[in-house]
């Protein structure tokens, strides 16, 4: 089993020189950003650079939050192109429009207002195209009215739900805006994984190593998983382990998760 990524770092589309950076970061994928990270008078220019940089592969995977319909026709087909991030997304109808324009790439709704968070699942199951689904939590905070970050936690594992009912992968959790706070980041992490996440999205390499850290499985956790793997392997039934534990196939595969994400390289 492959071990979904944890950490998708943002550069902004008009910074190449950022975008660089990202590509030779400890990302595991990066999300070059045609939308909030530019200013408008620059957004032609940001399009531009980006098409330039993925007529060629790339060495990390390469999504593309996308700004406008000329952003996704510029892109779609594109070798180093590996995934549109769809912004502001309300209705299943929006996704419909995107995969009209871009046969063929995957797409990673952002679900970043209240109606959104009402249709969740609708927009999960839009579409073949859809990948994963993920919150962008300034905007819904602001739609919302809320300050508190915890106020959240209900809309989150709304999204966790859907992600799920829908057959995707966990969701990735929104950024946190403090680049310097990196004690606050691993706490807000350790929430989110207790909330069903996987991995998150980072605005600076610094970043990274904490989410990594946060997100890979404790020993603990790694011990219990290769436990219950090994007992599959003997009996593919549902078994007990010596601890009393029973074990189902939804049991043995959340382990085998476990141990393909404790797989990874340790962080820096």
């Given at each position: 089993m492959t071990a979904a990524p944890l950490t998708y770092l943002y550069a902004p589309g008009d910074r190449p020189e950022v975008v660089a950076k990202?590509?030779?970061?400890?990302?595991?994928?990066?999300?070059?950003?045609?939308?909030?990270?530019?200013?408008?008078?620059?957004?032609?220019?940001?399009?531009?650079?980006?098409?330039?940089?993925?007529?060629?592969?790339?060495?990390?995977?390469?999504?593309?939050?996308?700004?406008?319909?000329?952003?996704?026709?510029?892109?779609?087909?594109?070798?180093?192109?590996?995934?549109?991030?769809?912004?502001k997304v309300a209705h299943a109808t929006d996704i419909h429009r995107v995969a009209d324009l871009a046969p063929g790439v995957p797409l990673h709704p952002l679900l970043e207002s209240a109606l959104a968070i009402e249709h969740a699942y609708e927009i999960a199951t839009a579409h073949p195209a859809v990948r994963g689904i993920s919150l962008g939590e300034a905007d819904l905070r602001a739609d919302l009215g809320v300050r508190d970050g915890s106020s959240l936690d209900w809309p989150r594992i709304r999204v966790v739900i859907a992600a799920r009912a829908a057959g995707l992968a966990p969701p990735p959790q929104s950024v946190f805006p403090d680049i310097r706070d990196l004690d606050a980041l691993y706490a807000s992490c350790a929430h989110g994984r207790a909330l069903g996440f996987l991995g998150r999205a980072a605005i600076h390499p610094r970043q990274l190593p904490v989410i990594e850290r946060a997100y890979r499985p404790t020993p603990e956790e790694i011990e219990a998983a290769e436990q219950i793997v090994k007992a599959a392997v003997a009996d593919d039934g549902a078994l007990a382990l010596p601890d009393g534990r029973f074990v189902d196939a939804a049991i043995v595969a959340a382990a085998q998760r476990t141990l393909a994400i404790a797989g990874r390289e340790a962080p820096l």
């Open positions: 990202a590509l030779s970061s400890r990302a595991d994928a990066v999300i070059i950003d045609l939308e909030d990270a530019v200013s408008p008078d620059r957004r032609t220019y940001a399009l531009a650079a980006t098409a330039e940089l993925l007529t060629a592969p790339q060495p990390l995977p390469v999504h593309v939050r996308i700004n406008s319909p000329q952003d996704i026709e510029t892109l779609t087909g594109l070798p180093g192109l590996c995934a549109l991030r769809v912004p």
